[in-house]
């Protein structure tokens, strides 16, 4: 059901500067509350869409349709995020925190100048056996009352115990044709965090990798996301409409990439060597 809102009740979604993104590292856990985390809510204002942004955007990541890429509204999507995580009602820590997984639909054209509304809602999901604890998330952009899209997100808030058991050999997935690939250079994590907003330091440099408890810096997650989907569009001649990712492994900066389609079965695989780090599904609009 597309949630009502109000523009003048929704504040104006704040902007991945410094200053918030050093409230995000420096936010600490607090005691976790015996029964349920009460789902968390907000709604944002992103009074209009910076199209100079969205060109810049798509030139970095590889694409090449004169338009809002669908992977670009994770950008302020991410910024609702972690405004709403920063609330005292989130018992967690903000830094370490996992994204696992996304998803993203488009469902109408996007609008002109029109403000967009962005709504989320954050459920905390009941420990696992393991002691793992995951979150659910949803936010729904919409403008005069239509829905534009929605993305659906899963972090992982605090790790389990782990089983002891080996993990053996990867499971072959993702057979299809290789349609692309690409070679993360050291400078990539910072190129994206540019374009992105998201300055964190795992993804920057050696140094800041390492002060986060990571031996070497990673790519971000949605960096690998959106060029799989300029790689398919690209591959396919039309947009993509719908895209899931599941994050297998971390891409290490310096690695390659390596993407494999299945068009038939609306599947893809980004390999580095020969483990999986991201899969998902697609369909074309």
């Given at each position: 059901?597309?949630?009502?809102?109000?523009?003048?009740?929704?504040?104006?979604?704040?902007?991945?500067?410094?200053?918030?993104?050093?409230?995000?590292?420096?936010?600490?856990?607090?005691?976790?509350?015996?029964?349920?985390?009460?789902?968390?809510?907000?709604?944002?204002?992103?009074?209009?869409?910076?199209?100079?942004?969205?060109?810049?955007?798509?030139?970095?990541?590889?694409?090449?349709?004169?338009?809002?890429?669908?992977?670009?509204?994770?950008?302020?999507?991410?910024?609702?995020?972690?405004?709403?995580?920063?609330s005292d009602a989130f018992p967690y820590r903000l830094a370490g925190i996992v994204h696992v997984e996304n998803a993203l639909i488009a469902h109408a054209p996007v609008p002109g100048d029109t403000a967009?509304?962005?709504?989320?809602?954050?459920?905390?999901?009941?420990?696992?056996?393991?002691?793992?604890?995951?979150?659910?998330?949803?936010?729904?952009?919409?403008?005069?009352?239509?829905?534009?899209?929605?993305?659906?997100?899963?972090?992982?808030?605090?790790?389990?115990?782990?089983?002891?058991?080996?993990?053996?050999?990867?499971?072959?997935?993702?057979?299809?044709?290789?349609?692309?690939?690409?070679?993360?250079?050291?400078?990539?994590?910072?190129?994206?965090?540019?374009?992105?907003?998201?300055?964190?330091?795992?993804?920057?440099?050696?140094?800041?990798?390492?002060?986060?408890?990571?031996?070497?810096?990673?790519?971000?997650?949605?960096?690998?996301?959106?060029?799989?989907?300029?790689?398919?569009?690209?591959?396919?001649?039309?947009?993509?409409?719908?895209?899931?990712?599941?994050?297998?492994?971390?891409?290490?900066?310096?690695?390659?990439?390596?993407?494999?389609?299945?068009?038939?079965?609306?599947?893809?695989?980004?390999?580095?060597?020969?483990?999986?780090?991201?899969?998902?599904?697609?369909?074309?609009?």
């Amino acid at each position: 059901m597309l949630r009502s809102f109000d523009a003048g009740l929704a504040p104006v979604l704040p902007r991945m500067g410094p200053g918030f993104i050093l409230r995000v590292l420096s936010k600490r856990a607090r005691a976790v509350p015996a029964g349920p985390v009460a789902p968390l809510t907000s709604r944002f204002t992103l009074p209009r869409l910076d199209f100079a942004h969205v060109a810049r955007y798509r030139a970095a990541l590889g694409f090449t349709a004169d338009a809002v890429p669908l992977t670009w509204w994770y950008l302020p999507v991410q910024r609702a995020h972690m405004a709403t995580l920063l609330s005292d009602a989130f018992p967690y820590r903000l830094a370490g925190i996992v994204h696992v997984e996304n998803a993203l639909i488009a469902h109408a054209p996007v609008p002109g100048d029109t403000a967009i509304m962005l709504a989320t809602c954050i459920d905390v999901l009941p420990t696992t056996a393991s002691g793992a604890v995951y979150c659910a998330l949803e936010t729904v952009g919409s403008a005069g009352g239509e829905r534009i899209f929605t993305c659906t997100s899963s972090y992982l808030a605090v790790r389990g115990a782990r089983s002891g058991k080996p993990k053996g050999e990867q499971p072959a997935v993702g057979a299809g044709t290789v349609i692309d690939s690409w070679t993360l250079g050291p400078s990539s994590g910072r190129d994206y965090a540019r374009v992105s907003g998201d300055w964190n330091p795992i993804h920057l440099a050696r140094w800041s990798a390492r002060l986060m408890g990571l031996p070497a810096p990673i790519i971000h997650g949605m960096h690998s996301v959106a060029r799989t989907c300029a790689a398919l569009e690209a591959h396919g001649g039309r947009r993509v409409a719908a895209l899931s990712a599941r994050f297998r492994s971390p891409v290490t900066l310096g690695t390659t990439a390596r993407l494999s389609c299945d068009e038939p079965a609306g599947r893809y695989t980004l390999h580095v060597g020969t483990a999986p780090a991201v899969e998902g599904v697609f369909r074309f609009g």
